[in-house]
Nanobody, 122 residues
Framework: QVQLVESGGGLVQAGGSLRLSCAAS????????LAWFRQAPGKEREFVAT??????NYADSVKGRFTVSRDNAKNTVYLQMDSLKLEDTAVYYC?????????????????WGQGTQVTVSS
């Protein structure tokens, strides 16, 4: 059974940092393309970042503030979030696909985690 489990969410003040983790099981992790999405209350789910063996992509809204990385030995992908803003408040989801293309749409990914809440306060 393929499974993704996010952790690391919480409450942080604006300007602060958080690191999210997503542990994968039941997959050949090193060959996966992995992504982070987020969904704020009343809004559509939106792309945040993606990472594959060949590179990374970021949404314009997080470029320069967020960093996606992976540790294939630990079957884990991370999202380091710095200089957090109020508008970063959302549920953050990890997603995975065996396809090579680093897509930015939800339909590009086959497996999803349950999400972790990130709340940025003023």
């Amino acid at each position: 059974q393929v499974q993704l489990v996010e952790s690391g969410g919480g409450l942080v003040q604006a300007g602060g940092s958080l690191r999210l983790s997503c542990a994968a099981s039941g997959l050949t992790f090193s060959s996966l393309t992995l992504a982070w999405f987020r969904q704020a209350p009343g809004k559509e789910r939106e792309f945040v970042a993606t990472i594959s063996w060949s590179g990374k992509n970021y949404a314009d809204s997080v470029k320069g503030r967020f960093t996606v990385s992976r540790d294939n030995a630990k079957n884990t992908v991370y999202l380091q979030m710095d200089s957090l803003k109020l508008e970063d408040t959302a549920v953050y989801y990890c997603a995975a696909t065996p396809r090579v293309r680093r897509g930015s749409a939800s339909y590009d990914y086959d497996v999803w985690g349950q999400g972790t809440q990130v709340t940025v306060s003023s």
